[in-house]
């Protein structure tokens, strides 16, 4: 015995209560374990207190042993006898867990197999109970939509109602006014050039007897810097109002000013006759660009149109209404071709239509998309695709002054492989060199075959020699050309076709000669625009043929005491300067000089007078860096000078500077040290400070901008074999991230946009300034790193760019009209009144609502649609699940049946074997025959219980579902209704070329603006054997020319549509329509009460027009042997998250060249960026 079974016997030991044999194993143990005999001994000890305490308490209790033994029945009993009775009960209780597992397996593969065959029916069950749970939520949100709809066409009537109110207060308040005032202004007001404006004045009877009237210039604080007074009895003409250059003397740069007409009473009282118009209209550039560049008949043209704010970068905040069409280069527009809606753009997909939000949630502007549809008949040649913009609502001007256009190339060949250029040498004579180079893909074509002709004046007679019959390892041959003189070409139209074969694929390549014929055109500027006598002078110099081919200017300047000066010409990297130079000399008085062309065989080209009185400007950076001050050089020759210098970054006023200027004596100063962000081109004006700021001089320079938008493409792992993604990522200049709108587009290299193609950059930093944009060639190059890239474009800028103060002069009549049509271009054209304050106040906020409303009914319908198909589902589900039930009820009546007997007799098994064990349990001892008894009890519990729940829980389930699951009911009221309303009429052209106002009583003729007629090319007839005609090479003017060309009449694709006016339930008031109301709004509504009333009336007068719609394109991947087309991708307007990422993916083809992938943009805060990368095609 351990001491572990000895210590909790001691106490019985000690009192004499063990069995004998345990009594003598604790003796024996206690012999020889100490510690359990100490602990016996303590025992003991205990015992004798017990005992003693015992007899105190209680002395009269005695115990006496008895004097005899009492004998036990219990002792004559046979021990063996007692052992086979508690056995056998525990035999019992065994048999009784016996039956759990002999019952419980059958019993549940009953059940397996009862549940097996209900599988269907219970998945049916639970698919139903999911499709009517998914139908309750659905139901809540389109409870939460309906609401939603509710309050949004509350807001919009709420905003409407406010706007008639308005309107009505606004037009009691003029009726009340002594005058009706109609002010028109220009587009865009010049800093630092006098400004006209017009004023109508109109008095109400005799309200203006006694009173003067004055019409002025203030700030925003109200003081006022200009006033001129108007005679108020004047009534038959319109009063006009100069404001003059030296107002602006005292203008703060960035300084808000308005014009205003004001009356003074007898009492000296003031009161203003219409609400101040605001002088910085903003003007605004258009970008129009296409998928590629090159086009087959049939197929689509795909087009972007980015209208944005000179001076901010940022889109309108109004929507516009533009019409694309594509015409010949006469002008004629070709049918069918014409696209029309706003800029409201909008995605469709599974039948809904929703509006594109940008990154600030609202809806995108200033963003036309569309597409053309080439005639499968149309000849080959270049057309132009004319984009327009008619008047907007409420009287607005509209934000593109005058028509964009971009010119398509139509071909009929196959499509192309090689990219091929042609260029000359820097000087071109009788005898000159041509170089070819031939590309794929950007990488050079070696070993390509060479053949070449050239015509002069369409006749054969230039003589060719091919000196490298194939191309070099930098794809490059040289030609070489000997020219007939000036008198067996007048015009100077030399042209050079090279045709380049490889692989059996010949393809050719067609550019003009730069020579001059007979008929030269030599121009000369002077920095700051007069020659000054007797200080040193800076003259750039432009050469070209009567058809605006570039010649050479290497020459000589010599004056009565011989040469003076040499014409400085750029290196050949600065394609774009081509026929541009610069001279640097100081001329005498009264002496005259000439050019002397070393081309032209020294024939000269006289340049202007100097003059004797005058201010030479110099600006010593005409090309800066962010943030660099910009230096300008003054003499003032023929007496002392006090004189302004104003800077003007994008049209906007940058800085000032004065000077006292002492007379022949060089002064220099600094402008721009600031650290102004803004960046483009800078427009530097001096003004002579007298009676009046009177402009002296004028030049152009450029500052590279400090903020711009980074846009990069870095490939991605594809997700299908043969497929290219690329990760777009926009940053600005500081690495950020950068939410944007951009476009994409992946094109075979091809087919990809030309020399004449400019980036997003380039054409709103450089081409609003220039006077002939599309002649330009390569001009991204200008705005690179590039050492030559700068002295480019100080030529370019100071031969084209535009000097604003030339406006006020008075030139000739056909110099005039270039003026104009400049004006128009960069959005000086005369427009109508300004709009009404009340207009521009409520429309935001009406059209505001007009978007929820839309959103809430979107999701109104999408709701709506999502619960009446999920109630369909679920009734389908409801049917098949009873049928599947029933049939499951049928297979296991049978497993149902035997599994009721078999529980049947089990449970009576146990209760047998539970009451036997009660019969043969007869005087148990104590615990040990009790727990046999229990044990048969707890197995016949447990039997008893396991079956009642395996019965319970293999039982059929209850497949009652609900007969139907109801919707919450709709609100009244139709969803307001979309129908598409043919487009307003649009300006038409009289027989002088001139836009006559719209026909329409709805659409008032104020402001319509006069255009130039439209220019026909000259077309060279051909004359065999060999031609070179001008499809292959562009016209070299004709783009500007037709910039001011006015659009045809638009007309809907589907002419069958009748005229539709809005119905009663449309939101849009005329959301996106074009031209404006001839009616105030406030006149319209005189008599109507209701705002439903008032809605009804103006949508009765201003039809809808449909948003145009995005419609991206990507091309399929391409099986063997298929033709791909040459445009991959085409994604038009993608909205870039606050993080600045987005994928682009896409099959490239077997192009050879591969394909060229563009991604251009701009941000909500004004920065413009973009990015090309040349990926490869895939292999036949």
Same mark, same amino acid.
């Given at each position: ?19 004998? %044999?345990? #009594?003598?194993?604790?003796? &024996?143990?206690?012999? *020889?374990?100490? +510690?359990? @005999? !100490?602990?016996? /001994? =303590? $025992? ?100 939460? %939509?309906? #609401?939603?709809?509710?309050? &949004?066409?509350?807001? *919009?009537?709420? +905003?409407? @109602? !406010?706007?008639? /109110? =308005? $309107? ?100 000296? %009282?003031? #009161? ?12 605004? @550039? ?895």
């Amino acid at each position: 015995m351990r001491c572990n079974d000895c210590q909790p016997l001691l106490l019985d030991h000690l009192y004499g209560l063990l069995e004998p %044999a345990q #009594a003598a194993a604790v003796d &024996a143990h206690l012999t *020889t374990c100490a +510690a359990c @005999a !100490a602990a016996r /001994a =303590a $025992e003991a000890r205990a015992a004798g207190l017990f005992a003693r305490a015992a007899r105190h308490s209680f002395p009269q209790v005695r115990f006496v042993p008895p004097a005899d033994a009492v004998p036990s029945s219990l002792a004559n009993a046979s021990p063996a006898g007692a052992r086979e009775r508690v056995w056998g009960r525990w035999a019992v209780a065994a048999a009784v867990w016996a039956l759990v597992p002999a019952t419980l397996i059958p019993m549940s593969r009953v059940n397996e197999q009862a549940a097996a065959r209900r599988g269907p029916a219970d998945a049916a069950f639970a698919e139903a109970r999911r499709s009517a749970n998914i139908v309750t939520a659905v139901a809540m949100q389109q409870r939460a %939509a309906e #609401a939603r709809y509710a309050a &949004a066409r509350g807001a *919009t009537a709420d +905003a409407l @109602a !406010a706007w008639a /109110a =308005a $309107e009505r207060a606004a037009d009691t308040a003029a009726k009340a006014r002594p005058a009706e005032v109609t002010v028109t202004r220009p587009a865009s007001v010049q800093p630092g050039a006098p400004n006209d404006f017009v004023v109508a004045l109109r008095p109400n009877g005799e309200a203006l007897a006694g009173r003067s009237v004055a019409a002025e210039v203030r700030t925003a604080a109200g003081a006022v810097v200009y006033t001129q007074a108007l005679n108020p009895k004047d009534t038959n003409q319109e009063h006009k109002v100069r404001v003059p250059a030296d107002v602006w003397k005292g203008v703060a740069p960035g300084a808000e000013l308005v014009f205003a007409v004001s009356t003074t009473g007898p009492g000296g %009282a003031r #009161a203003d006759l219409l609400e101040p118009v605001r002088l910085f209209g903003p003007v605004y @550039a258009t970008m129009l660009v296409t998928d590629r560049a090159a086009y087959r008949p049939g197929e689509t043209v795909r087009f972007r149109s980015l209208t944005l704010d000179r001076a901010t970068f940022l889109p309108p905040p109004h929507e516009q209404a533009l019409a694309a069409s594509l015409r010949k280069r006469d002008g004629t527009e070709i049918p069918g071709t014409t696209v029309y809606g706003t800029t409201g753009v909008v995605r469709t997909a599974g039948g809904a239509t929703t509006p594109v939000l940008g990154p600030d949630g609202r809806t995108v502007r200033g963003v036309g998309v569309g597409e053309v549809v080439l005639p499968a008949g149309l000849p080959e040649g270049e057309y132009l695709l004319t984009l327009a913009e008619v008047p907007g609502r409420g009287g607005r001007s509209p934000a593109m002054t005058a028509p964009v256009t971009r010119t398509v190339r139509v071909e009929t060949g196959a499509t192309g492989r090689f990219q091929k250029t042609i260029a000359f040498d820097a000087a071109v004579g009788p005898k000159t060199t041509a170089t070819v180079q031939v590309k794929s893909g950007g990488t050079p074509v070696a070993g390509a075959t060479v053949d070449a002709v050239a015509t002069a004046d369409g006749s054969a007679s230039v003589i060719v020699k091919v000196l490298d019959k194939k191309t070099d390892a930098a794809g490059k041959a040289r030609i070489e050309l000997v020219l007939p003189g000036p008198a067996e070409m007048p015009r100077g139209d030399a042209r050079l076709r090279v045709t380049v074969s490889q692989g059996g694929v010949a393809e050719s390549v067609a550019a003009r000669i730069p020579v001059a014929g007979k008929d030269v055109v030599v121009e000369f500027f002077p920095e700051g625009g007069t020659l000054v006598a007797g200080v040193p002078n800076r003259v750039y110099v432009r050469a070209t043929s009567v058809t605006g081919v570039p010649v050479g200017v290497r020459g000589t300047v010599t004056g009565p005491a011989g040469p003076v000066a040499k014409v400085e010409e750029p290196a050949r990297e600065a394609l774009t300067a081509r026929g541009l130079g610069v001279i640097t000399f100081t001329p005498a008085a009264g002496a005259r000089y000439a050019l002397a062309l070393d081309e032209r065989g020294g024939k000269s080209f006289e340049l202007p007078a100097a003059a004797a009185d005058g201010v030479a400007m110099t600006v010593l950076d005409p090309v800066t860096r962010p943030g660099q001050a910009v230096r300008v050089r003054l003499v003032s020759a023929g007496g002392p000078r006090n004189l302004v210098v104003g800077a003007y970054t994008r049209g906007r006023l940058s800085d000032t500077k004065a000077v006292a200027a002492k007379a022949n004596e060089p002064v220099e100063l600094t402008l721009l040290a600031g650290a102004d962000a803004r960046g483009g081109v800078v427009r530097l004006t001096v003004f002579e400070d007298g009676a009046g700021l009177r402009p002296v001089a004028e030049r152009l320079a450029f500052r590279r901008p400090a903020e711009v938008l980074k846009l990069d493409l870095k490939p991605m792992e594809a997700g299908s074999p043969g497929e290219t993604t690329l990760r777009v990522t926009a940053t600005d200049e500081k690495g950020n991230p950068a939410a944007a709108v951009v476009w994409a587009a992946a094109v075979a290299s091809a087919s990809a946009p030309g020399a004449k193609d400019r980036s997003l950059p380039t054409h709103f930093l450089l081409a609003g300034e220039v006077e002939a944009p599309d002649d330009l060639e390569h001009a991204d190059f200008l705005l690179t790193d590039h050492p030559q890239a700068a002295a480019g474009l100080d030529l370019v800028l100071a031969t084209q760019g535009w000097r604003r103060f030339a406006e006020q002069g008075t030139g000739p009549v056909a110099l005039r009209a270039k003026v104009d049509r400049l004006l128009a271009m960069t959005g000086s054209a005369p427009v109508g009144p300004e709009p009404a304050r009340v207009y521009e106040a409520h429309w935001p906020q009406y059209e505001a609502a007009v978007d929820g409303l839309q959103a809430a009914q979107a999701e109104r319908t999408a709701a709506s649609a999502n619960v009446a198909g999920l109630v369909a589902a679920y009734e389908a589900r409801r049917r098949e699940t009873a049928a599947l039930a029933a049939a499951a009820e049928e297979a296991t009546a049978g497993l149902v049946a035997a599994r009721g007997w078999v529980s049947v007799g089990a449970v009576l098994l146990a209760v047998l074997a539970a009451g036997a064990a009660v019969v043969g349990y007869v005087r148990p001892k104590g615990v040990r025959g009790l727990v046999p008894l229990c044990a048969s009890a707890a197995g016949a519990g447990l039997l008893a219980l396991t079956l009642s729940e395996m019965a319970n829980g293999s039982n059929a389930p209850d497949y009652a579902l609900a007969e139907t699951v109801t919707p919450p009911a709709a609100s009244t009221g139709a969803p307001p209704s979309m129908p598409v309303a043919p487009p307003p009429q649009v300006a038409k052209v009289n027989a002088k070329g001139q836009v006559e106002p719209p026909e329409s009583p709805f659409f008032s003729s104020v402001g319509a603006q006069k255009l130039g007629p439209k220019t026909i090319p000259d077309k060279t007839p051909p004359a065999p054997p060999v031609t070179i005609p001008d499809s292959e090479i562009a016209p070299p003017r004709p783009v500007a020319e037709m910039r001011m060309s006015p659009p045809a009449p638009a007309v809907r694709v589907n002419s069958a549509a009748a005229p539709t006016a809005a119905s009663a339930d449309d939101p849009h008031l005329g959301l996106g329509q074009a031209g404006r109301l001839a009616t105030p709004i406030a006149v319209m509504l005189a008599d109507v009460k209701q705002p439903d009333a008032a809605l009804e009336r103006m949508r009765a007068a201003v039809p809808w027009v449909p948003p145009l719609a995005v419609r991206e394109f990507a091309a399929p991947r391409p099986a063997a042997g298929d033709a791909h087309p040459d445009t991959v991708l085409w994604r038009p307007l993608i909205v870039l998250p606050t993080d600045g990422t987005t994928t682009l993916s896409f099959f490239p083809g077997p192009a050879a060249g591969g394909y060229e992938v563009v991604v251009a943009g701009h941000t909500l805060d004004g920065r413009i960026g973009t990015v090309r990368r040349v990926v490869p095609g895939t292999r036949d």
